[in-house]
């Protein structure tokens, strides 16, 4: 059959006829004189008008959760280690002896030390004697009084012999002391340096001792900050190891800033029981108040990788609107753009919402 020019035209007609009487059936009009477009109509939602908020400015950052009190000891002499009676993890006692160090010099430096004091003791008591005699003559006036001027004088040598003799005694006790290292304070040992045989050093560190103080959390804030945090704020504190949320007191801020990350620390107190040191911690510190757009976490609307919420126009129009978000609060999720204040939103009975429909009975409410 061949086709005519004729039958080419009425074929078009036809097709833009159909195309007219679809447009016909439409709700929304699509261009002056032509035809609507029909929208779905949604029922059973929740029209919310979003509002701006306001919420604690809250500095985030970490920390590190260590003991209030920490002891490093270390040896005060020089020699070998003869004994090690503790292990890492123990629990001491405050004097608990942790280890010896060779005292065999040390035992007879207070060996002649008690010599020299015993010798002293009797020249003292000697010349004690020797005085009272020459006093009684002198006071019967038998006897000259330089003569007594010097008995006086040897008295007051053996006095100062005893009292040099006393302190060199007292310090060679004392030096013997230092070979016995022991606990400071009660505590668990959590680093043990040294093993029998080993040469101990004058400031070497043989133990670290944690003292049963309690914990605290040492965290780094912006130099930013300084001068706007203050002693005694609450700080919220969470260590996820534990699966703990708690709330910390800051006892402390250390004024001065670290020039190479440019940032202070801040001690936080922690009360809780089972910590431990070296456990990384998540902190909250509060620095004021600001307004921020909240809504409901649950009118977020996830698409994929797509995240959005459901905007209502003046007209009861339905769309599908594409946000970014912030923090989570307890009065919902920030909303940093995409939607501003006064606009409304879908917040409930979202799984009847659809893009492009229209909210039944006309204008949203």
Same mark, same amino acid.
């Given at each position: 059959m061949i086709e005519t020019a004729e039958t080419k035209r009425k074929g078009g007609c036809l097709a833009a006829l159909v195309f007219l009487?679809?447009?016909?059936?439409?709700?929304?009009?699509?261009?002056?004189? +032509?035809?609507?477009?029909?929208?779905?109509?949604?029922?059973?939602?929740?029209?919310?008008?979003?509002?701006? =908020? @306001?919420? !604690?400015?809250?500095?985030?950052?970490?920390? +590190?959760?260590?003991?209030? #009190?920490?002891?490093?000891?270390?040896?005060? #002499?020089?020699? +070998?280690?003869t004994? #090690?009676?503790?292990?890492?993890?123990?629990? $001491?006692?405050?004097?608990?002896?942790?280890?010896?160090?060779?005292?065999?010099d040390a035992v007879q430096k207070v060996r002649a030390a008690e010599q020299a004091y015993e010798a002293a003791r009797q020249g003292r008591s000697m010349a004690d004697l020797t005085y009272q005699r020459y006093k009684k003559l002198h006071?019967? @006036?038998? &006897?000259?009084?330089?003569?007594?001027?010097?008995? *006086? +004088?040897?008295?007051? &040598?053996? *006095?100062?012999?005893?009292?040099?003799?006393?302190?060199?005694?007292?310090?060679?006790?004392?030096?013997q002391g230092f070979t016995r290292i022991t606990a400071s304070a009660a505590?668990?040992?959590?680093?043990?340096? $040294?093993?029998?045989? !080993?040469?101990?050093m004058p400031g070497m560190p043989l133990f670290t001792v944690e003292s049963d103080g309690g914990f605290q959390l040492e965290v780094t804030a912006d130099e930013a900050l300084s001068?706007?945090?203050?002693?005694?704020?609450?700080?919220? #504190?969470?260590?996820?190891?534990?699966?703990?949320?708690t709330t910390g007191k800051i006892i402390e801020i250390v004024p001065a800033v670290d020039p190479a990350t440019r940032t202070f620390i801040v001690k936080i107190a922690l009360a809780d029981k089972g910590l431990k040191s070296g456990l990384f911690a998540r902190v909250r510190i509060p620095r004021g108040e600001r307004e921020a757009?909240?809504?409901?976490?649950?009118?977020?609307v996830e698409k994929g990788q797509l995240t959005g919420l459901y905007a209502v126009d003046s007209q009861g129009l339905v769309t599908y609107r594409l946000v970014r978000t912030g923090k989570?609060?307890?009065?919902?999720? *920030?909303? &940093? =753009?995409?939607l501003n204040a006064g606009e409304r939103i879908v917040t409930a009975g979202l799984e009847r919402a659809v893009d492009g429909g229209r909210i039944a009975g006309g204008e949203a409410k």
């Open positions: 009487m679809l447009l016909a059936g439409c709700g929304d009009k699509v261009g002056p004189g +032509t035809a609507e477009v029909k929208r779905q109509a949604i029922t059973g939602v929740t029209v919310t008008v979003a509002q701006p =908020s @306001k919420i !604690s400015d809250d500095y985030e950052t970490s920390g +590190t959760v260590r003991a209030k #009190v920490t002891s490093n000891i270390a040896s005060r #002499v020089m020699g +070998t280690v004994a #090690v009676h503790v292990r890492a993890g123990e629990r $001491v006692k405050a004097g608990q002896l942790l280890a010896a160090i060779d005292d065999r006071d019967e @006036k038998a &006897l000259a009084r330089q003569e007594i001027d010097q008995i *006086e +004088t040897q008295k007051k &040598l053996a *006095e100062a012999n005893y009292e040099q003799a006393k302190a060199g005694l007292e310090e060679a006790r004392l030096w505590g668990v040992v959590t680093d043990r340096r $040294v093993d029998s045989g !080993s040469m101990a001068g706007k945090i203050r002693v005694g704020t609450n700080a919220a #504190v969470s260590i996820d190891t534990l699966g703990l949320n757009l909240l809504v409901p976490k649950g009118a977020i989570s609060y307890e009065g919902g999720i *920030e909303i &940093l =753009s995409g």
